[in-house]
Every structure is written in structure tokens, then in C-alpha cells.
């Protein structure tokens, strides 16, 4: 008898893309919006990066490759983990594959149905997706605002059972932008050894933090026993849509989890990998003058957003994001982000849709040209003081 | 505590690849190597097809997309099938993603630890390399020598169960280049009908046929009920690198699926997707010039083949392989494949790698320039000739 899998019962996707289509819609109304919803940098990636996969094409790099990803791309994210990371993995450490599928795949090769994964609430959805969808169990680490949303690695230490299979922590932090200190990077390596764990630490915004150091707990096994550093080109070189991500973790593991990217997907196009070459080999001054830049619209966002009535924004340390707490204005995270869509035209994300902890807060990116983030922010803060007046909200 | 999960243990990836590597290694070794062992053409992609991914990547097409795929290529998929298949799907029941995870997918979302799938064998080993790793029970379909390695839907039939969940046909078939009939094309449907089940239609190589017509199974149901059509552009249009594919099916199970590659991928790269354009909408010609080369090399081919001591060849109506039948030699078809590679420097498949049923063939791929297969060949007919004077094997 025909019908859908159990597993398809647990498939949420994620939330972002629905608010991506219903902008879409606005958008093709002829209703402008600013976009501040989307993960994603508003400036190109290094012309430097677009012009190394146009000349993989030109060079006939379009055949099938390793599933492991090009021996020329493994080498060269091992020189640059030994740059940020200060230990240099072997060659068989590192699986080259977008990032987003790392998350699922480390969950399937460490994880049962039933078995358990802890990660931090708010936290990147597909954590959620990926655990919902297998049907493992979910055990989520409250972060907190006093804390300045970093995650406790005495908390984690209470959530573990003996189902735990695997720790997830984020650092720098999608949606709340905190990063993780030396001392809880040291903390959280110590849990997990002591409790013989795998811990994925999801480094995807590694390279945007502005004025503290990124710290990473993988440094004290150096990928070898127990940790899986997750990276991608994505958030600091603006190559969301190569689709191109790596690992580092224990060479027993990785191979696990490349012979799943053999079974899925085969391998990653050969171009898409020359680009994340150029990227790591010429990235440096890239890197320095967008962090500069980021860290102005960043500063810009917040002093936008502490100007609406009822909003209060912190000036968080890394990734991309600002997670403004939106209590005084009395609305759910749902409710502002709807009226600010519909009054101000501003597309921002529901704290909520990152886990229960995020209620009170909003998730915007502010890579974008500062003239947009102040009309914007004006946008918003009108709407507001014009509610204020009529209360028709 | 710290453990694989209980699919790692089923996780086998794809045998070619291990090939893939010994030949890598003897090339490295400086051993010339004649490689008929990839499923992949030696001619380029279309230029007009690699200009249109370097143009996408400049006009900017490098950021996040719908999980579905771009609303122009989903467009030009239903175009395309209209002409192929002489129906048009509706937009909600394209999914654009890589062709090997459709087969993962469509197995995940239909069928749960334990069901049945049913699938050729010999066949394409992904089939079971998927069945294995998720805990799915394989049931295959023999296919026989006598029947032109033709799959009966009757043997089908009589290998439903009520676990069966899916059955994959594949039509022209990897690896035997077998071409399924309109006649049971029409059976096919009729069988999973009648029996309330999906079905894969895996028409990969639907554009490589030789002077029959390419039937497919969708046409009746015209994939709004239970048919799910497999194809890419991997083999039609020489773009393996890109890894792109499409599968069309019913909308709800398309919607499953789709929300499956937004957990696990996010998406696929726009500038892969505008390649895609490119190839439907400019590729008649590039098609109609490559099927007559292919043609021709196929008959080249097998011509090379007959002549060595212990083989026999018939030339397949489809696909881009040759699976001659060695019994005649003695040797297993690993026994074959490790001859003809040290004693040759020929690389090809033990039919074995595709299945029990395969046993006795060795698969090899022709799109290769004449002058490499008549080299090859002789090389091969010597290296027998050689054996059967020296009886050293």
C-alpha cells in the first residue's frame, strides 16, 4: 500500500524559507521591503572567488571528483584550520560538503532514533529540523540574556543522560551573535571528554567577531577523538550560494560520513570546490575589510533599532546578526515581526522560530548598504510611535 | 557514551568509486590507463552550456535560492517534459536537486526500516547502497540474458509483497543498456495501480537510445498519483560536475521531498541551475550530434569486444554502456576486471558490482574516443591471446 514514510511526519523544513516566499510575494506586488530576514550578505563575494570558478569551468573542471572533495581543497583547509586553529589536521580528517548537511549527517552517524543530541535554545533551526525528522530526541540548553545569550557549559553538563549521543555548541552564535569565551571553550572540550561524547561546534561565523577572539573547544583534541569543527564559505566570504561547507572531526567518523555523501550525492561539483580554494588562499585582506564594514552597520543597526520605542538592542560580539529584545513594545516576536512587515515593509525574524528561549527577540541581519538599515529603522521606529498614538495594534 | 549510530554499519557508498581510486593510484604510479570504468563522458559539456554558468556567475547569481529550484528552471523542466513525455506537469511537482539523493529521497519518504523496495538487478548499485544504509529490505528483480536483460513486469509482480512500499524500474537500464518496451512501460503501470505503490521511474539515460523509442511508465499517471520520473543532466548533456537533477512526481510527495533538501541542503547553487536552462532550451542539436557519435562508438566497441578470446557482445539499444557476457573466458567478473586492469591497463566494472545477476559481465562505459577503444581492445584480445597460450591465469 502506497504512503508517506514515518519520517515525513517530522519534516519541518525551515521556518526562514516561508518567510523568503511570503516577501517574495510582496515583493512581486510591487511592495518594497527591506530585507532583513535572510542570513545572507547584500555585498557580492571577492570578484577574486567568481572569476577562479569561471576559470574551473573554462579549465574543464565539471567531472565527477572525490567524494571526499578535491585532494587540493582538503590540503588547503588543513593549512587554514593550522592558521585559525593552531593544530593541522590529516588530510582524512577533513569532508568537504555544504555545511547545512553536516549537521544532518553528523546527527545520523552519531545518533539513533530515541538517542538524544543537546544544542542551544535559540539556536540555528535545522539543529530542530534535522533531530525532528530522524525522530532523536531534542535537549535544548536555554541561553540567556544576562548571560548575554552565551551558553553555560553547566547547563549542558545537567542536560546530559545516557541517551546523549552528541553536544552542538555555536560559536559565533546564529541568532543571538554571542561568542563563546576561552574559558567556556576549555569547559565545554572537558564535558564532553569526561563524558565520552561527540561535540559538533558550529564555527560557521568564525570569522566574524569584532574586538574578542573566536575560541574553539576543538582545539584540545584537535578533531581527533571526539570534536567536529563545522565551517563554510558562506557567512564570511558571501558564498552562500556555492553551497560549500567542510568538516574536521575523527578520521573513523568522516570517513562514515563521506561514504553517506558517496550514497547521496556522490561528490560536490569540481568548480564549486576551485572556488573555495581562492577563497582560502586570497581571503585575507577580504576578510579584514568586510569585517570592518560589517562592524559598522552593525554599530548603525543598533543605534537604528535602540531608537524604536520598546526596543532594546545590545551590540553583539560576533556572526552577523542583531537579536534585539522586543518586550517593551508588549508584542510576541510573531506579532512585531508581522507588524513591522506590514507597517514598515521591514522583513525581520521571529525570535521563536530559533526555539522557545528566543520569544522576546528579533533576528536581523545587517549586512546591508547603511542607507537602507537607517530608512529602515526610521521605518520601523514610525510605525511604532504612530501605534503609540492610535493604539490600533 | 560515544558510538556510531546503527546506520553507519549499513553504509556501503558506491563501488565505482572504489575503482576510481586503484586506477587514480596506478595513473599516479605513472601506468597509462585505458578508464572505462566511470559512467561519464570523455567529450565536454556543451560550450554554450559552460558559457551560461560563467555568465550566472557573473550577472550574481550566487545567492540563496528556493529549495525547490528556480522557478525558471522548474518552467523549463515541464516544457521540457511536455516534449519528452507528452504531458505537463504542473510547476508544484518539479523538484530540482542532485539525481543520486533523488534516490535516497524517494526511499526515505516512502518507505520505512523494514518495508520493501524492489529494484532490477543487475542495476544502478545506489539502489542498494541506499536500501542497506537506511535498514529498507531490497528486493531484486533478475534479469535475464535471454530477455535481453529486459526487467518482466511480471516478475515483478510476483515479488510485491504487502511490505513493498516502491519499485524502480530503469529504462535505458545501468549498467546492461537495456531499453524497456511501450508495452511494459503499460504493464508497469498497470502492476503498482493495481497494487497501490510508487514507483521510481529511472530514465537517466532517456536521451540515449538507438533506433527504438524510449518508453516511459509516468505517461499514464502522468506523476500526479504514484510514478516519480528520475532524470538529469548528467549523461544527456556531459555535465556530470554540475550535479544537477530533477525528479517529477506526485505534489504532495514532491513536498515532502522538498522539504527534505531544505533541512538537509538548503539548495542547490542558482549558477548550477542556469546551466540547466541553458542545456534544455539550447540542447536539441548538441543532443541529436552527440547520439550519433555515441552510436557509432558503441558499434566500435563492441566490435573490439567480440574479437577477444571468451567474449561475446550484443550492441544495447540504449544508455552509454556495454555489458558484454565473459563466461567464455573462465574468470568471475572480478577475476575479469582485475586482468584486464594489470595485464591491459584497462579499467572496467565487475558486473557483480551492479548484483548477483550480473555475474559473468563486466560493465564498460564507450563514450571514449575510437582510437582508445580499438587500443584498448587489442590490448585486451592480446592479453587473453597471451593467457591462452601461456595458462598462466
Given at each position: 500500500m502506497k504512503s508517506f514514510s514515518r519520517l515525513t511526519r517530522g519534516l519541518v523544513g525551515q521556518p526562514m524559507f516561508k518567510i523568503l516566499n511570503e516577501v517574495k510575494m510582496m515583493e512581486a506586488a510591487g511592495r518594497k521591503v527591506f530585507r532583513f530576514?535572510?542570513?545572507?550578505?547584500d555585498f557580492s563575494a571577492d570578484p577574486h572567488v567568481i572569476e577562479a570558478t569561471r576559470q574551473a569551468l573554462t579549465d574543464g573542471h565539471t567531472r565527477y571528483v572525490s567524494s571526499m572533495g578535491i585532494p587540493e581543497l582538503r590540503e588547503a583547509i588543513c593549512d587554514h584550520v593550522h592558521e585559525t586553529h593552531d593544530f593541522r589536521p590529516n588530510v582524512e580528517q577533513v569532508l568537504v560538503l555544504p555545511s547545512n548537511s553536516i549537521i544532518d549527517f553528523a546527527v545520523r552517524c552519531t545518533a539513533d532514533p530515541g538517542d538524544e543530541i543537546i544544542y542551544p535554545n535559540?539556536?540555528?533551526p535545522t539543529y530542530f529540523a534535522v533531530a525532528s525528522y530522524l525522530g532523536v530526541s531534542s535537549v535544548t540548553v536555554p541561553l540567556k540574556e544576562e548571560n548575554d545569550f552565551r551558553m553555560d557549559p553547566a547547563d549542558v553538563l545537567a542536560r546530559?543522560?545516557?541517551?546523549?549521543r552528541l553536544v552542538i555548541s555555536t560559536?559565533?552564535?546564529?541568532?543571538?551573535g554571542a561568542v563563546m569565551t576561552a574559558d567556556e571553550a576549555k569547559s565545554m572540550a572537558a564535558i564532553v571528554k569526561d563524558k565520552d561524547l561527540y561535540l559538533l561546534?558550529?564555527?560557521?561565523?568564525?570569522?566574524?567577531?569584532?574586538?574578542v577572539s573566536h575560541s574553539s573547544?576543538?582545539?584540545?583534541d584537535e578533531c581527533k577523538e571526539r570534536t567536529l569543527l563545522l565551517n563554510g564559505f558562506s557567512k564570511g566570504y558571501a558564498m552562500?550560494?556555492?553551497r560549500l561547507g567542510y568538516v574536521v572531526g575523527p578520521s573513523d567518523l568522516i570517513a562514515k560520513m563521506g561514504l553517506m555523501f558517496e550514497t547521496v550525492y556522490s561528490c560536490l561539483p569540481p568548480f564549486v570546490q576551485y572556488a573555495g580554494i581562492a577563497a582560502l588562499n586570497g581571503g585575507k585582506s577580504f576578510l579584514a575589510q568586510r569585517l570592518l564594514r560589517y562592524k559598522a552597520l552593525r554599530d548603525c543597526m543598533a543605534e537604528g533599532l535602540n531608537s524604536i520605542p520598546g526596543v532594546s538592542c545590545k551590540a553583539a560580539d560576533?556572526?552577523?546578526y542583531l537579536f534585539p529584545n522586543i518586550r517593551g513594545t508588549g508584542m510576541s516576536s510573531e506579532e512585531f515581526a508581522s507588524f513591522v512587515l506590514r507597517e514598515a515593509g521591514v522583513a525581520v525574524v521571529p525570535?521563536?522560530?530559533?526555539?522557545?528561549?528566543?520569544?522576546g527577540h528579533v533576528r536581523l541581519c545587517y549586512l546591508r548598504e547603511e542607507s537602507l538599515i537607517r530608512e529602515a529603522c526610521d521605518l520601523m521606529r514610525k510605525a511604532f510611535e504612530k501605534r503609540g498614538i492610535s493604539n490600533e495594534y
Open positions: 530576514e535572510v542570513g545572507d550578505s535559540p539556536g540555528f546530559i543522560s545516557d541517551r546523549t560559536s559565533p552564535s546564529n541568532p543571538t561546534s558550529d564555527e560557521m561565523y568564525y570569522s566574524n567577531v569584532y574586538g573547544p576543538t582545539i584540545y552562500s550560494g556555492w560576533g556572526a552577523i525570535g521563536v522560530y530559533f526555539g522557545s528561549a528566543g520569544e
